[in-house]
Structure formats: C-alpha cells, structure tokens
C-alpha cells in the first residue's frame, strides 16, 4: 500500500489549501481513510477522517471543526482535505494514513500505512 499526499504549500492567514491523498495498492473503496498533521516539536495530532462507506461520514478533531472539511473520490483512489479559514497554529506537515482493516471504521482508530506527508505553513 502506497500514500501520496500532496497539495501543501505557503499560504496567508484566513487563506485555503486543498491537499490531496492518492493510494494505490489496494482496493481504496474499502479503506477509511484518515488525515494527521505533526507540527515541530509536537506530536502527531488527529485532524479527521472518513469512512469507507459511499456516504463517507467524516469526523474532525474540535480544532479544525467548520474549516476543515474530509471527501472522497473512490473512482480515482484520492482523499481530500479542504482546509478554509487557515490559522498559523495549522502550520504542520499534513500526513494521510490508512489502516489494515477493511470495512471498518472508529473514533480513535490505529492507522497502519503511511504517506510521507506534505507540508503547509500559515503566515500571519
């Protein structure tokens, strides 16, 4: 299983991003599909995530509830993560993260694959 994220990049203060999370290796449909930021000196942090289902439910962490929003496009492999009203506090590198398990989905669920991330800096 194989994650790309890509999409970051330097941007002001009350501006948007969308990053993107191609995967390959495995049949995307089936997967949740979660999105996790690591600023320096911090740790990782959940950010959200969407289930497998057609209607992909999603469910964000409070800090970035309303700005931040989680899709899906399972035709072409790619979860998105529209990020609005960006505050310098979301300055992090952006990681997308898929896990073992088919068809399954959690508040708080591990992740098992990893992409490389991508970065995104607010400037104030």
């Known amino acids: 299983v194989q994650l790309q994220a890509s999409g970051g990049g330097l941007v002001q203060a009350g501006g948007s991003l969308r990053l993107s999370c191609v995967v390959s290796?495995?049949?995307?449909?089936?997967?949740?599909m979660g999105w996790f930021r690591q600023a320096p000196g911090k740790e990782r942090e959940y950010v959200g995530q969407?289930?497998?289902?057609?209607?992909?439910?999603?469910h964000y962490a409070d800090s970035v509830k309303g700005r931040f929003t989680i899709s899906r496009d399972n035709a072409k492999n790619t979860v998105y993560l529209q990020m609005n009203n960006l505050k310098p506090e979301d300055t992090a590198v952006y990681l997308c993260?898929?896990?073992?398990?088919?068809?399954?989905?959690?508040?708080?669920?591990?992740?098992?694959?990893w992409g490389p991330g991508t970065q995104v800096t607010v400037s104030s």
């Open positions: 993260a898929a896990p073992a398990r088919s068809y399954y989905y959690a508040q708080g669920m591990s992740y098992d694959y």
């Open positions: 290796g495995r049949t995307f449909s089936s997967y949740t």
């Open positions: 969407i289930t497998y289902s057609s209607r992909g439910y999603s």
